[in-house]
């Protein structure tokens, strides 16, 4: 079933017409001309967004945006279990310099950082604390580096 839904999803971010909204057995799928796309039901809803839409995406102070990246698309989870949002973003600066941001970032939330990893070309950080659970991975590819920042908790 989940992978019916992330199927879902991607197909209606995809689509770029006007407002449409469906519902089927007590679950809404709909999706805006903006770029985004929600299926939700009475145990939550899961959206996704991608180009102006993406733009869009709230990050807290413990995980802000990366300093002057581009963030290409998001997938939002709501349900009882609380917030969960996963991130693309893209920048010229290096890898090491992703790591070296959020690696501050994240201690300065109350977070203890766990995993690290960082090289010219890839990276990875963890942390978590204060009921907050935080990652940033990426690499880099034709000179830019995408990382995907994962994020919840309040």
Same mark, same amino acid.
């Given at each position: 079933m989940r992978v019916f839904v992330i199927f879902a999803l991607a197909g209606l971010a995809a689509c770029g017409s006007s407002e449409e909204s469906t519902t089927i057995g007590g679950t809404t799928f709909? /999706?805006? #001309?903006? %770029? $985004? $796309? @929600?299926? #939700? !039901?009475?145990? %939550? #809803?899961? #959206? $996704? @967004?991608?180009?102006?839409?993406?733009? !869009? @995406? /709230?990050? *807290?102070? +413990? $995980? *802000?945006? +990366?300093p002057g990246a581009t963030v290409e698309s998001a997938l939002v989870s709501n349900t009882d279990e609380g917030k969960r949002t996963m991130a693309v973003l893209v920048t010229d600066d290096s890898m090491e310099s992703v790591v070296a941001f959020y690696r501050e970032k994240f201690t300065a939330g109350g977070m203890e950082v766990g995993m690290v990893h960082s090289s010219a070309d890839s990276g990875m950080i963890s942390a978590e604390g204060n009921g907050r659970k935080v990652s940033a991975t990426g690499g880099v590819q034709d000179g830019k580096t995408s990382f995907t920042l994962s994020f919840s908790g309040e």
């Amino acid at each position: 079933m989940r992978v019916f839904v992330i199927f879902a999803l991607a197909g209606l971010a995809a689509c770029g017409s006007s407002e449409e909204s469906t519902t089927i057995g007590g679950t809404t799928f709909a /999706q805006g #001309s903006d %770029g $985004a $796309a @929600t299926i #939700s !039901n009475e145990n %939550g #809803s899961l #959206s $996704a @967004t991608d180009g102006a839409a993406a733009a !869009n @995406t /709230q990050f *807290p102070d +413990y $995980a *802000p945006k +990366y300093p002057g990246a581009t963030v290409e698309s998001a997938l939002v989870s709501n349900t009882d279990e609380g917030k969960r949002t996963m991130a693309v973003l893209v920048t010229d600066d290096s890898m090491e310099s992703v790591v070296a941001f959020y690696r501050e970032k994240f201690t300065a939330g109350g977070m203890e950082v766990g995993m690290v990893h960082s090289s010219a070309d890839s990276g990875m950080i963890s942390a978590e604390g204060n009921g907050r659970k935080v990652s940033a991975t990426g690499g880099v590819q034709d000179g830019k580096t995408s990382f995907t920042l994962s994020f919840s908790g309040e």
